[in-house]
Every structure is written in C-alpha cells, then in structure tokens.
C-alpha cells in the first residue's frame, strides 16, 4: 500500500503538476501563508489544479524549513516572496501592494501545543497577533468583500475539561476553553478575524482538528509513532519514547481538511466551520493499528512512557461534529483513521527502505 491510494498525494502529485489536468484558469490569485506546512503542501496544489495562480508566503527565519528544501518540496513548484514575522505589518502591506491577492489562506503559526508552553512569549505573536497585520492590511487595501481571508483555528480552542465531553462532539455553539498558550493565542486570531468580519470584512474560520499525512512533521505524535514503527520493523530502533497514552483525538487526513478550506472560501458568505470525522480514537488504537501493520501484535516493550513527552497540562479528547460543514459546504471526509495510520506507516516503510 503506498499514499497514492489517497488518490491525492503530494508527493507524486507536485512534482507532476505542469502534467496534470488544470482546470481553465480562473484569473484569481491565492496568497498562502505557511505554503511549506504540511496543510501549505496540500491547499496549494489542490487550489492550482481548480484554477488559480497560487503564490507562498516564506518566512526568514534560521528555523524554516524553507533552509531545507532541495527543489523537490511540493511548494518548490509556486512562486513565493518573503514574509518576515517580525516585519508583519510591513510585509503584509508590501506583499498585498504588489500581488493584490483575491483569496488569502494564513496557515502559518508555531503549530506544536506542547512546545508552545515553552515558547509562548514568541508563540504570542506567530499565532495569535501577527493574525491582526494581515486583517488591518486587508482593510487598508480592499474594499469590504473584495478579498476573503480565510484562518486556521483549531479543535485546541476548545481545550475542554476532563471528563465531560458532549456526546455529539465540539459544534461551532459551544464556548471554547483553550488549555495552551496555542489554544490561547488561536482564540485570540479567531476573535480578531470575527471582529474584522462584523465590520463586513469576508472572513471565515476553520475549526479544524487532528489531520495528518505521511508529510506529517516528525514533532506531531501520528507521524514519530509511524515512523518510529517503521524504524523499528527495519532493525534501526528499539523502543518509542511517548509522553500520554491515553489521550484521544479525532484524526482525519489533510488532503479532505484543506478542500473544506476551499469550500468555505467558495461560499459567499463567511461563517466559522468545525471540520473533523466525528471519530475518536487514543494513542493506544494508533499503536495498535502501526504496530499491526509491520507484524508486530504486542507492541507494550516497544513502547515507553515518559514524563518528559507528556504536556504541563494536557487535553485528554477531543471530538468534533463537522454537520455544518456537511450540510452547508457539502464536506465530508473520505479517508478514515485506519486506512490513513497504515498509508503513513507504509509510506514511512518506502523512506527509510
Ligand atoms: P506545519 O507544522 O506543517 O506547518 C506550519 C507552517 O507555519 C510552516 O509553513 C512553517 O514555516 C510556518 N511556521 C512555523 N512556525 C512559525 C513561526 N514561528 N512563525 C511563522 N511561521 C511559522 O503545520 P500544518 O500545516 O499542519 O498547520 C497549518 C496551520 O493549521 C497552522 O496554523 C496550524 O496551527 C493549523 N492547524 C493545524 C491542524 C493540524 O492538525 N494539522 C489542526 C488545526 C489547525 P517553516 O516551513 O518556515 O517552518
Ligand atoms: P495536538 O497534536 O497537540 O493535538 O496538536 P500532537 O500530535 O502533538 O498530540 C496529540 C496527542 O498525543 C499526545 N502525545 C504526544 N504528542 C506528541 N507530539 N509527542 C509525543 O511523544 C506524545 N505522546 C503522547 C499529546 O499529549 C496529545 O494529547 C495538533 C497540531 O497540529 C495543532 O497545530 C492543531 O491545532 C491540533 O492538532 C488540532
């Protein structure tokens, strides 16, 4: 089994962009910030491929990714200019002076809940006010609907407290109680673009949770346990260090969370989209379905437990209701937990082989 039977794979697909079938051009730019993320490697060709002129948003940083890549990441394929996060204001107004883009997708933050505990003070302004200088610069370069802006919340608003969870999961009514200085800071841009909405700006929120693919970064637990597995079924480790093994999530695959990002911004009129599978599962369910499919039935001394990997506070679940998305943009997600833990562990298998 490889990705491909996703039957949308960055990795096959981007390279083979110029060979695909490109919807006629629809003369609209798409700006995205975050393009090299892995939500940023999906959205792009997806929006390329429905006719837009798409074009990245880099940021300079020692840390960016951008510093490894080889010409072969899927974005390598856009045009992109450079977005510097501590010049936002200023590059956000140069950046819209110059392209004037018709749709902006502003994907990128510091997206680890754990370290952001650590790295809040700088984490404050990457994922919760920088959101302000792209609103402000909106305003000051449209007019009122002449641009829509779409941000990327996240199920971590919702933060809820252990042990009471609404059977039907987290909808679009219930109050958010973030547990994260990144929960926080993703209110913080919610609220930010609500406000910039009111005043009659097209702003829409996604309130996206857990999605993965085998270009998941390593940080994230779907991906180091898939590749640890992998790593292990090859003789190349031992053990997998992990902090809680109890916590569940609700896992979809990004390639069907960035088409609901699509659809919001197709619709004509902004609202806010909780987008999940309705399905939740724990770490334990991962480990058992990873382990399984390198022939590995009791994974228990493969696995540790450790302090050092488990959040000062942690989220137990988390479970969303996507009915909104369904009934309004027609969403619905079509690669289930099982099928995308075994892609990601079969992909990883192909790597390191
Ligand atoms: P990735 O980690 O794959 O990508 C993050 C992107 O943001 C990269 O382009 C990265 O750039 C950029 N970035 C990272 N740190 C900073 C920083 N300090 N300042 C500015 N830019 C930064 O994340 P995803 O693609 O998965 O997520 C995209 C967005 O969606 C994020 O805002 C995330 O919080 C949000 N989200 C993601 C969910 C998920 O399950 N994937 C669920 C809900 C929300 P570089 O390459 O330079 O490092
Ligand atoms: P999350 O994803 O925090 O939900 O944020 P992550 O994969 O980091 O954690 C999910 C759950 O697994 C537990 N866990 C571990 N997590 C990591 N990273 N490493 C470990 O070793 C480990 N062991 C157990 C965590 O405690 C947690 O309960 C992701 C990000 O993409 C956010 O940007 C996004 O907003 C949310 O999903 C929705």
């Given at each position: 089994m490889t990705s491909v039977e996703f039957g949308y794979d960055p990795q096959s697909l981007l390279p083979l962009v110029g060979e695909l079938h490109r919807e006629t051009a629809n003369g609209k730019q798409a700006l995205i910030t975050g393009i090299t993320g892995q939500d940023g490697s999906y959205l792009a060709p997806l929006l390329y491929l429905q006719g837009y002129d798409v074009t990245g948003l880099l940021r300079k940083h020692p840390d960016s990714s951008r510093s490894r890549r080889t010409g072969m990441h899927p974005v390598d394929q856009f045009p992109y200019a450079d977005f510097a996060i501590g010049d936002y204001a200023y590059d956000a107004f140069r950046i819209f002076d110059q392209t004037h883009p018709d749709l902006i997708f502003h994907l990128a933050a510091q997206p680890q809940v754990g370290k952001s505990f650590r790295t809040a003070g700088a984490d404050s302004h990457a994922t919760g006010l920088g959101v302000l200088n792209i609103l402000q610069a909106v305003d000051h370069f449209y007019e009122p609907g002449e641009v829509k802006?779409?941000?990327?919340?996240?199920?971590?608003?919702?933060?809820?407290?252990?042990?009471?969870?609404?059977?039907?999961?987290?909808?679009?009514?219930?109050?958010?109680?973030?547990?994260?200085?990144?929960?926080?800071?993703?209110?913080?841009?919610?609220?930010?673009?609500?406000?910039?909405?009111?005043?009659?700006?097209?702003?829409?929120?996604?309130?996206?949770?857990?999605?993965?693919?085998?270009?998941?970064?390593?940080?994230?637990?779907?991906?180091?346990?898939?590749?640890?597995?992998?790593?292990?079924?090859?003789?190349?480790?031992?053990?997998?260090?992990?902090?809680?093994?109890?916590?569940?999530?609700?896992?979809?695959?990004?390639?069907?969370?960035?088409?609901?990002?699509?659809?919001?911004?197709?619709?004509?009129?902004?609202?806010?989209?909780?987008?999940?599978?309705?399905?939740?599962?724990?770490?334990?369910?991962?480990?058992?379905?990873?382990?399984?499919?390198?022939?590995?039935?009791?994974?228990?001394?493969?696995?540790?437990?450790?302090?050092?990997?488990?959040?000062?506070?942690?989220?137990?679940w988390l479970k969303g209701n996507a009915s909104r998305a369904n009934s309004e943009l027609g969403w619905t997600p079509r690669v289930g937990f099982e099928k995308l833990i075994k892609s990601m562990v079969a992909h990883d298998l192909e790597l390191l082989s």
């Open positions: 802006v779409y941000l990327a919340g996240s199920s971590e608003q919702f933060g809820g407290v252990p042990g009471t969870i609404p059977d039907v999961g987290y909808n679009e009514q219930i109050p958010f109680n973030a547990r994260s200085p990144y929960g926080a800071y993703k209110t913080l841009a919610f609220t930010l673009g609500r406000i910039f909405r009111e005043q009659g700006m097209f702003v829409s929120n996604g309130i996206l949770f857990n999605h993965e693919s085998p270009i998941r970064g390593a940080e994230f637990v779907t991906r180091k346990i898939t590749y640890s597995v992998a790593q292990i079924a090859l003789g190349m480790q031992d053990v997998i260090e992990l902090g809680n093994l109890d916590a569940k999530r609700d896992w979809g695959f990004a390639g069907d969370y960035v088409d609901a990002m699509r659809l919001m911004m197709e619709q004509d009129k902004p609202s806010d989209y909780v987008v999940a599978t309705g399905e939740m599962h724990s770490i334990r369910d991962l480990l058992d379905i990873a382990f399984q499919q390198v022939g590995i039935e009791d994974w228990h001394n493969r696995v540790v437990s450790t302090d050092k990997h488990r959040r000062p506070v942690e989220v137990e």
